[in-house]
Nanobody
Framework: QVQLVESGGGLVQPGGSLRLSCAAS????????MSWFRQAPGKEREFVAS????????LYADSVKGRFTISRDNAKNTVYLQMSSLNPEDTAVYYC????????????????WGQGTQVTVSS
């Protein structure tokens, strides 16, 4: 059974940084594209970032490009999202998503989601 458990969310001031983690189990982690999505209050869930199998191929939403960095540690079955220069528009619940088997980074979500972790950017 696939399980994705996010952590690292919290309250941060504008301009600050946070690192989210997503620990995966129940799958051969290194064979799956992994992604992050987010959902702000009253808005649809949107793509944030995606990372390929080896960690060298990445894809970002325009809104986070240059500020967020996705990475993965296949030995730890964990994907990370390093967020910097945060602004109030980044406030959302952030979700980890398991994407394609042996695929490439994509904006299309896969079938498995974590429970989400809240990120609030406010002074």
């Amino acid at each position: 059974q696939v399980q994705l458990v996010e952590s690292g969310g919290g309250l941060v001031q504008p301009g600050g940084s946070l690192r989210l983690s997503c620990a995966a189990s129940g799958l051969t982690f290194s064979r799956y594209v992994m992604s992050w999505f987010r959902q702000a209050p009253g808005k649809e869930r949107e793509f944030v970032a995606s990372i390929g199998l080896g960690g060298t191929s990445t894809l970002y939403a325009d809104s986070v490009k240059g500020r967020f960095t996705i990475s993965r540690d296949n030995a730890k079955n964990t994907v990370y999202l390093q967020m910097s220069s945060l602004n109030p528009e980044d406030t959302a619940v952030y979700y980890c998503n398991r994407n394609q088997f042996l695929g490439t980074p994509t904006m299309t979500p896969g079938p498995f989601w974590g429970q989400g972790t809240q990120v609030t950017v406010s002074s």
